[in-house]
C-alpha cells in the first residue's frame, strides 16, 4: 500500500517545524507532486528552501487552510490523493487567543473530514499532540490515556481526533493519527515561549545565561523530529495504522532541568543557570508515552537524546557563524 509514491501528496503547515522536515522525507518517496499550504502564521518560506532545491514539483501557497472554499479549491486543482494535516496554531497562542486557536485547529480537521467524507482525498493522515492527554494519569502513557487537556491548544488537539473519529464511524474514512510528544531538532521555532531546547541552545550562544521555568522538574518525552517524519511516513505505508492513533515518541521521560544541564555539557557552558517561575503555570506536569503500538507496526530506533541533541546544537553553531 504505497499513497505517497506516484501521489499529488499536500502539506498543511508545510512551512512550520516538523510539516518542512516532513517535506524533506516525503520527498526521499518519490511523490508525483508535494503541495504545501501554510498561512506562514508561524512557518517561513526559508524553512523549505532545501526541499525545492531537492524537488522540482513542490507547489507552495500561502493561504488559510481552515477556509473551506480554499482548502477545496486547491484540493481539487492540484488532484490531491493524500493529505499530511499538520497545520495548527500552537499552545503559546492558546494562552493569549484561546477561542480563536480552537476554532482554527477544530476547522482545519472538520474540513479535511468533509473533503474525505465527499470523496475529494483519498487518504488523510492527521497530526495530534500529547497535549490532548493532559498531564500523565499513569505511565508510560498509552493511546488509551484519558484525554484531560490543560489548554485551549490541547482541547482543541483533542476535539480533532475524536471528530475524526466520529466521522469515520459515520463514513468509513481512510486515515491514520499521530500523536507526537515533543519534538526538537533544526528549525524549530525560536521565538519568545519557543522549546527549552532552541531557548537553551541559543542563549549560550549569544552569552545569556541558561533559563529554567519552574524547579525543572516537569518532564516531557522528547523526540527528534527526523525520526518522527521518517516514522510517519513509514506509518503511511503500512495498512496496519489505518483508522488507529499512534503516539510517535521515544517512550523516555527527562526532567526539564536535567535536559538544560545536558545541553550545558554539550556547550561546554559551566556557569549558572537562571530559575524562574514558569510563565505557563498550566502547562502539563509529566509526558512518558508508551511506544508500544508504534513499535508493533514498523521498526522504531529512535537516535539517542544526547547524539540527537549534539547534531541540533552544531545546526546552530553553523547558523551563528
Ligand atoms: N512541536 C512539537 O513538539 C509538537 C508536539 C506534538 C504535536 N505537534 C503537532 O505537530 C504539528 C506541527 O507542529 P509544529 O511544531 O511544526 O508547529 P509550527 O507552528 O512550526 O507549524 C505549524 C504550521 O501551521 C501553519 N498554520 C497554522 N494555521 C494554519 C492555517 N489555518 N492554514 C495554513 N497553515 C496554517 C503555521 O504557519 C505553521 O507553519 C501540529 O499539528 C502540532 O499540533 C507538535
Not at 516525503?26 to 502564521?41: A, G, M, R, S, T
Request: proline share 5%; with cysteine; aromatic share 10%.
Amino acid at each position: 500500500m504505497n499513497e505517497i509514491t506516484g501521489k499529488n501528496v499536500m502539506v498543511t503547515g508545510g512551512a512550520g517545524f516538523i510539516g518542512s522536515h516532513l517535506v524533506d522525507r516525503l520527498i526521499q518517496e518519490h511523490p508525483n507532486k508535494i503541495v504545501v499550504i501554510d498561512n506562514l502564521f508561524l512557518g517561513k518560506l526559508q524553512n523549505l528552501e532545501h526541499s525545492k532545491a531537492n524537488f522540482d514539483n513542490l507547489v507552495f501557497y500561502i493561504r488559510d487552510a481552515s477556509v473551506f472554499p480554499v482548502l477545496e479549491e486547491i484540493m481539487i486543482g492540484e488532484e490531491i490523493e493524500t493529505v499530511f494535516d499538520l497545520a495548527t496554531i500552537p499552545l503559546p497562542t492558546s494562552y493569549l487567543q484561546p477561542r480563536w486557536t480552537y476554532e482554527n485547529n477544530i476547522r482545519l480537521a472538520l474540513n479535511f473530514c468533509e473533503l474525505l467524507r465527499q470523496g475529494k482525498c483519498g487518504f488523510y493522515v492527521h497530526c495530534s499532540s500529547s497535549e490532548a492527554y493532559g498531564t500523565a494519569q499513569f505511565v508510560p502513557m498509552t493511546e488509551d490515556h484519558p484525554l484531560n487537556p490543560t489548554t485551549t491548544y490541547g482541547a482543541s488537539k483533542a476535539s480533532q481526533d475524536i471528530l475524526i473519529q466520529a466521522f469515520d464511524r459515520m463514513y468509513d474514512l481512510n486515515f491514520f493519527i499521530f500523536r507526537p510528544f515533543n519534538n526538537f531538532g533544526e528549525r524549530q521555532n525560536d521565538q519568545a515561549y519557543a522549546g527549552v531546547i532552541p531557548m537553551t541552545i541559543k542563549r549560550i550562544l549569544k552569552g545569556e545565561k541558561p533559563v529554567q521555568h519552574g524547579d525543572g522538574r516537569q518532564t516531557r518525552d522528547f523526540i527528534y523530529v527526523k525520526d518522527t517524519v521518517d516514522a510517519v511516513v513509514r506509518l503511511s505505508r503500512n495498512p496496519q495504522s489505518r483508522k488507529q492513533i499512534i503516539n510517535v515518541c521515544r517512550g523516555r521521560e527527562i526532567e526539564i532541568g536535567k535536559l538544560v544541564r545536558i545541553i550545558c555539557d554539550g556547550m561546554g557552558y559551566n556557569g549558572e543557570i537562571e530559575v524562574i517561575p514558569n510563565p505557563r503555570p498550566k502547562d502539563v506536569k509529566r509526558h512518558f508515552a508508551s511506544n508500544e503500538r508504534l513499535k508493533s507496526i514498523i521498526d522504531f530506533n529512535p537516535t539517542d537524546l544526547e547524539t540527537a541533541i549534539g547534531t541540533v546544537i552544531d545546526w546552530y553553531r553553523g547558523k551563528t557563524s
